[in-house]
């Protein structure tokens, strides 16, 4: 167990650094220069076998008035990637690119060696940063969510502009500065942009390669985010070769 540990920290390691926020009060890094083992590594221990969770597509108008008479109650047909109807009875098994649109799930930090290992490659590259270290950044849990574009077409953004509901203040607000990681797996290159207010017009647009770790915390943690492009064909993706 202690050599898999071993091999994990040497496995999982990042090239550098970048402050995002140079102009301002530094409050949003990026780890950048995750290796493909690496990321294959934490793939595979956020994805593990027993994992529960949630996944789907999008209902139509029809579905969502059965929902409001049955709510959980009820059995549902949505819409999933490329206008396919998916509708799961029993137990089926498939890859993740066909269990729609997008999907998420939780575990503890303690059961996952490969992230423990990712939060100390964090601290590594960036050891004069009290954002990861103790007791300023001590992750308990880790959040698990994906998306497939599935045919759509980003106008704007993906999903919208969202503030970071997680904080312990209301919307817009400093309050909660507690360090948060972003890591980004998959096979696509993701621009996400990052705003004080959704009435502003101007983003800080970030491009994310496949193993890149955003790091937000002070007052960047009030700011909102959105998803502004996923871009599969990508030089700096991994095309085809994602677990």
Same mark, same amino acid.
Request: net charge negative.
């Given at each position: 167990?202690?050599? %898999? $540990?071993?091999? !994990?920290? #040497?496995? *999982?390691?990042?090239?550098?650094? +970048?402050?995002?926020?140079?102009?301002?009060?530094?409050?949003?890094?990026?780890?950048?220069?995750?290796?493909?083992? %690496? $990321?294959?590594? !934490?793939? #595979?221990? *956020?994805?593990?076998?027993?994992? +529960?969770?949630?996944?789907?597509?999008?209902?139509?108008?029809?579905?969502?008035?059965?929902?409001?008479?049955?709510?959980?109650?009820?059995?549902?047909?949505?819409?999933?990637?490329?206008?396919?109807?998916?509708?799961?009875?029993?137990?089926?098994?498939?890859?993740?690119?066909?269990?729609?649109?997008?999907?998420?799930?939780?575990?503890?930090?303690?059961?996952?060696?490969?992230?423990?290992?990712?939060?100390?490659?964090?601290?590594?590259?960036?050891?004069?940063?009290?954002?990861?270290?103790?007791?300023?950044?001590?992750?308990?849990?880790?959040?698990?969510?994906?998306?497939?574009?599935?045919?759509?077409?980003?106008?704007?953004?993906?999903?919208?502009?969202?503030?970071?509901?997680?904080?312990?203040?209301?919307?817009?607000?400093?309050?909660?500065?507690?360090?948060?990681?972003?890591?980004?797996?998959?096979?696509?290159?993701?621009?996400?942009?990052?705003?004080?207010?959704?009435?502003?017009?101007?983003?800080?647009?970030?491009?994310?390669?496949?193993?890149?770790?955003?790091?937000?915390?002070?007052?960047?943690?009030?700011?909102?985010?959105?998803?502004?492009?996923?871009?599969?064909?990508?030089?700096?993706?991994?095309?085809?070769?994602?677990?």
């Amino acid at each position: 167990m202690l050599g %898999a $540990q071993h091999d !994990l920290r #040497h496995m *999982i390691t990042f090239q550098r650094c +970048e402050d995002l926020d140079p102009e301002g009060d530094h409050e949003l890094l990026c780890f950048r220069g995750l290796g493909f083992e %690496a $990321q294959d590594a !934490l793939f #595979h221990s *956020i994805f593990s076998a027993g994992a +529960e969770g949630e996944c789907g597509g999008l209902m139509t108008q029809e579905e969502r008035a059965r929902w409001k008479e049955l709510g959980q109650r009820g059995e549902y047909t949505v819409e999933s990637c490329f206008g396919r109807k998916w509708h799961v009875e029993g137990e089926e098994v498939m890859p993740l690119a066909d269990m729609g649109f997008h999907g998420r799930h939780h575990l503890a930090l303690q059961d996952s060696e490969a992230c423990k290992a990712l939060v100390e490659a964090m601290r590594t590259a960036a050891p004069k940063c009290s954002a990861t270290t103790p007791p300023e950044f001590q992750p308990e849990y880790v959040a698990v969510s994906y998306e497939n574009l599935g045919g759509r077409m980003i106008k704007g953004t993906l999903c919208g502009t969202a503030y970071d509901d997680d904080r312990c203040s209301r919307r817009g607000e400093v309050g909660d500065g507690t360090p948060k990681a972003f890591l980004f797996l998959g096979r696509a290159a993701v621009t996400v942009g990052f705003k004080y207010d959704k009435s502003d017009r101007q983003w800080l647009k970030v491009r994310m390669a496949p193993g890149d770790c955003l790091l937000r915390f002070g007052s960047a943690r009030a700011w909102c985010m959105g998803v502004l492009k996923i871009d599969g064909t990508a030089p700096e993706g991994r095309g085809d070769h994602n677990p």
